[in-house]
């Protein structure tokens, strides 16, 4: 999943985005509603953590335009207010979410990952696909009941490909769900993560490469 950080304390921006990028995800980080705007302007996310109380532009105004975009993105609104009329006011705009600070991390971790399960048509938790299991929740993988120990960037792009279910998944398309903005376009960070991917999944192969389109993984 691919995630967008917007929260104005710098150090737990920080830590927000370490603890998504620890479970797997791409993280990019702003500081401020002007530049968040900005960032949703060019980049498709599936979640978007959303401090209400931003500098420059609101918090509500940035969730009021990711709606106005028209985009399958969730939104989770974090505040330092508990009560219970501003968190009805927030899901009223349209967040799907909203949690008060302080927070425990394991509680927004779940949240995140329940609305990146709702960024698209549902999904199971569990994903299935070629005598592989990849389960999104406790971060683990299995073909063919064997345990496969991957990076947190090979777990990124083996989950990009399992919910193509059966499509070609393009190179330009890996990048933009498993890394974050900071990504050179030009990378070969792609070819190298299949590689590793393809040796640690094992025999018999089972990504095939689409010459100039993208990468499959088949049944």
Request: no cysteine.
């Given at each position: 999943m691919r995630i967008l950080v917007v929260e104005d304390e710098e150090m737990l921006a920080d830590a927000v985005a370490e603890g998504l990028r620890q479970a797997s995800m791409a993280v990019d980080v702003c500081g401020d509603g002007e530049q968040a705007l900005e960032y949703i302007a060019v980049n498709r996310y599936d979640v978007v953590v959303l401090d209400r109380d931003l500098p420059g532009v609101h918090g509500d105004d940035v969730c009021r335009a990711i709606i106005d975009h028209g985009s399958d993105t969730r939104v989770i609104m974090l505040t330092?207010?508990?009560?219970?009329?501003?968190?009805?006011?927030?899901?009223?705009?349209?967040?799907?979410?909203?949690?008060?600070?302080?927070?425990?991390?394991?509680?927004?971790?779940?949240?995140?990952?329940?609305?990146?399960r709702r960024a698209r048509p549902a999904l199971p938790p569990v994903l299935r696909r070629a005598g592989i299991s990849l389960d999104v929740g406790r971060h683990q993988v299995f073909r063919?009941?064997?345990?496969?120990?991957?990076?947190?960037?090979?777990?990124?792009?083996?989950?990009?490909?399992m919910?193509?279910?059966?499509?070609?998944?393009?190179?330009?398309?890996?990048?933009?769900?498993?890394?974050?903005?900071?990504?050179?376009?030009?990378?070969?960070?792609?070819?190298?993560?299949?590689?590793?991917?393809?040796?640690?999944?094992?025999?018999?192969?089972?990504?095939?490469?689409?010459?100039?389109?993208?990468?499959?993984?088949?049944?």
């Open positions: 330092a207010s508990g009560d219970v009329a501003d968190r009805v006011h927030g899901l009223g705009i349209g967040a799907d979410d909203y949690l008060p600070k302080p927070f425990v991390w394991a509680e927004l971790l779940a949240r995140v990952q329940a609305l990146g063919d009941e064997r345990f496969v120990n991957l990076s947190r960037k090979e777990f990124a792009v083996l989950e990009v490909l919910r193509a279910e059966g499509a070609v998944v393009s190179a330009e398309e890996l990048l933009e769900k498993a890394w974050d903005v900071n990504v050179d376009p030009f990378t070969n960070a792609v070819r190298v993560t299949m590689m590793t991917l393809r040796r640690k999944l094992g025999e018999p192969q089972v990504i095939r490469t689409v010459s100039g389109v993208g990468y499959q993984l088949r049944d």
